[in-house]
T-cell receptor, first 113, second 112 residues
Framework: GALVYQYPRRTICKSGTSMRMECQAVGFQATSVAWYRQSPQKTFELIALSTVNSAIKYEQNFTQEKFPISHPNLSFSSMTVLNAYLEDRGLYLC?????????FGKGTRLTVV | QQKVQQSPESLIVPEGGMASLNCTSSDRNVDYFWWYRQHSGKSPKMLMSIFSNGEKEEGRFTVHLNKASLHTSLHIRDSQPSDSALYLCAAAYNNAGAKLTFGGGTRLTVRP
């Protein structure tokens, strides 16, 4: 079956520091990977959409300078939250698509202290 | 206005009752709809997806899609307290890859 693993599941970082999260597609080829953030009491916001061999497209309010993403092959993507502050806390989800479906990982929950 | 609108924002149904949730896209280029359930503090889990006009049933869950009106609905019959959660509708659009646009969600509470 198709699975998406995200690592780490939970992380705590000090305000102003950075943390990297990873997304691994298993059992299918992830030609397209989307990173989302769910802030407390909010719905999911798309951060960026990454398609292999294409430029990564960031949504408004999210920038490459703040959330650099790497998508080097069809099974792996990573995203870093640089200079994390309180407003960056939340659940970060990776969604990876094969030809018909988007599979989500369990997310990385980021706490900023 | 959000591209994907869900209604109602919150819903309370008695145990054993029917819960009906709605979702509409304002963009005609919608490709697929998905329904997700998210229990408090957990990641969303996909319930059902629908691509074609009509109805799809899995157990107590039925999803309808009307592509002409860009509307999908999720119906939960014989609702259980364990069904209490945030239900998210998401739409994928033509040539948008893994990008899903989520609605604001419907918070369902099933009262024992």
């Amino acid at each position: 079956g198709a699975l998406v693993y995200q690592y780490p599941r939970r992380t705590i970082c000090k305000s102003g520091t950075s943390m990297r999260m990873e997304c691994q597609a298993v059992g299918f080829q992830a030609t397209s990977v989307a990173w989302y953030r769910q802030s407390p009491q909010k719905t999911f916001e798309l951060i960026a959409l990454s398609t292999v061999n294409s430029a990564i497209k960031y949504e408004q309010n999210f920038t490459q300078e703040k959330f650099p993403i790497s998508h080097p092959n069809l099974s792996f993507s990573s995203m870093t939250v640089l200079n994390a502050y309180l407003e960056d806390r939340g659940l970060y989800l990776c969604g990876a698509r094969d030809s018909t479906e988007v599979f989500f990982g369990k997310g990385t929950r980021l706490t900023v202290v | 206005q959000q591209k994907v609108q869900q209604s109602p924002e919150s819903l309370i149904v008695p145990e054993g009752g029917m819960a009906s949730l709605n979702c509409t896209s304002s963009d005609r280029n919608v490709d697929y709809f998905w329904w997700y359930r998210q229990h408090s503090g957990k990641s969303p889990k996909m319930l059902m997806s629908i691509f074609s006009n009509g109805e799809k049933e899995e157990g107590r869950f039925t999803v309808h899609l009307n592509k002409a009106s860009l509307h999908t609905s999720l119906h939960i019959r014989d609702s259980q307290p364990s069904d209490s959660a945030l239900y998210l509708c998401a739409a994928a659009y033509n040539n948008a890859g893994a990008k899903l646009t989520f609605g604001g969600g419907t918070r369902l509470t099933v009262r024992p």
